[in-house]
C-alpha cells in the first residue's frame, strides 16, 4: 500500500427508531458515512447503526455541525411519528377512566342500596367506555391530520442539510 491510498478512517454509532432506519441511512450517506452494521436492538424498536467514514474530509466543521442539525431535525420527526400514536391513546384512556369512575361511583350506591343511583351512573360509565374505544380512531385521524404538515417541514428541513453536506463534499 503506497501512502496516497491511506484512509483514515472516524467511526461513528447511532441508535435510532427503527421505522425510521431508512431515513437515516440516506440521510448519513450525504455527510460522508458509510453504514458498517446495523443491529436491531433486542426487545426495543430501535436499531443500531455502525458507520465509518474518511477523517480527512475537507470542510469538516461544516459537516459535523450540519449533521447535528440533521439529527435535531430528525429526532424532532421521531417524537411527531409517536404522538400520532401516543396523543390519541392518551385521550382514549382518559375516556374510559372517566368511565370507569362512573362504574365505581354505580357499584358504591349499589352496595348501598340505592338502586336508581346504580342505574343513573351505569350509564354514564357503559357510554365512557365505548366512547374510550371509538374516540381513539377519531382523535388518531385528527393528530395525523395536525402533524403532517408539521412533519413535512421537519423532513425538509432535515433533506436540506443532507443536500448542503452533499455540496460541501462534491
Partial sequence: MTE????????????????????YIDGYANFGWVVTDQTPDIGK???TLKLKRDRNLPEKASL?????Q???????A???????ASYPTIIAM?????GTAFMAGSVFAVTNQL???CAILAVPAFIGWALGYFSYGWAKTRRI????PILEQTYDAAASYCQQAFQLLH
Fill in 145 to 148: 391530520a395536525k402533524v403532517a
Fill in 78 to 84: 421521531a417524537g411527531l411519528e409517536r404522538s400520532k
Fill in 45 to 47: 424498536n430501535t436499531v
Fill in 115 to 117: 338502586v336508581i343511583l
Fill in 94 to 98: 382518559t375516556i374510559g377512566l372517566i
Fill in 70 to 76: 440533521f439529527e435535531q431535525e430528525m429526532a424532532a
Fill in 64 to 68: 459535523n455541525r450540519l449533521q447535528k
Fill in 4 to 23: 496516497t491510498n491511506f484512509i483514515a478512517f472516524e467511526y461513528f454509532e447511532q441508535r435510532i427508531p427503527k421505522t425510521m432506519q431508512n431515513a
